[in-house]
């Protein structure tokens, strides 16, 4: 590929160019919340909120370069879990940065055996996602949490170890704070 250039358009949240745009509604996580009633209630009175959506540029594909882009994590709550994204690992060793251009947010990160961690965003902080490590970001704040990545092209996505074991915590605002609180519902490996 040749050299390249992107605008970070925060504006309309958008990067351009991109090659992929993707919107991601409730109806389509619903065995993410914990509070799984609740998704049925919300859906039932045909409510279908935004929960994020992120805007990709993919200038290669082959080996070596990178795909970067936008997301933005919507406020809200299903219950007293936080809006989150659904979620993936790499299916190869690559590693990933979240830059945090507007709100505040989690980036939580877990491994296969059993490890946690989790770093605060807010403006001009960047997360890094290690080799090896799941990740899933969570908006905390009552605002937009937007964020640019940047990650190896052929990094390729594992989102069906989480969708069938979940996050070994939750990130649910309780006593007015953002707490972290074990998943009934993860299944270690
Ligand atoms: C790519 C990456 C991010 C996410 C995006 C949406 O490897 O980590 O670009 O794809 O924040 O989250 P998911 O992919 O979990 O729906
Ligand atoms: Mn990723």
Redesign the pocket.
């Known amino acids: 590929m040749l050299p390249d250039r992107v605008i970070i358009d925060l504006e309309h949240r958008a990067v351009r160019p991109f090659t992929r745009k993707k919107e ?1 509604r409730l109806s389509e996580m619903e065995d993410y919340f914990l509070d799984t009633d609740e998704v049925v209630r919300i859906l039932s009175r045909g409510e279908d909120p935004l929960v ?1 959506e ?1 805007y ?1 540029y993919s200038p290669s594909g082959s080996q070596g370069n990178l795909n970067l ?1 936008l ?1 933005t994590i919507y406020p809200g709550k299903v219950g007293r879990e936080f809006y989150m ?4 690992y ?1 299916e190869k060793d690559a590693a ?1 940065l979240y830059y945090c251009l507007r709100g505040h947010g989690v980036l939580l990160m877990q491994t296969t055996d059993g490890k946690v961690s989790f770093v605060h965003l807010e403006p001009g902080s960047v997360g890094y996602v290690p080799v090896g490590w799941g ?3 969570i908006n905390t704040g009552n605002e937009e949490f937007v964020f640019f ?1 940047a ?1 190896p092209s052929d ?1 390729g ?1 594992d989102y069906a170890i989480v969708k069938e074991r979940g996050f070994a915590k939750i990130v649910v605002h309780e006593n007015g704070r953002v707490e972290f609180v074990d998943n009934p519902r993860y299944k270690r490996a």
């Open positions: 991601v994020y992120y990709e882009g997301t994204t659904k979620g993936h790499h990933e990740h899933r970001t990545f990650y990094a996505h």
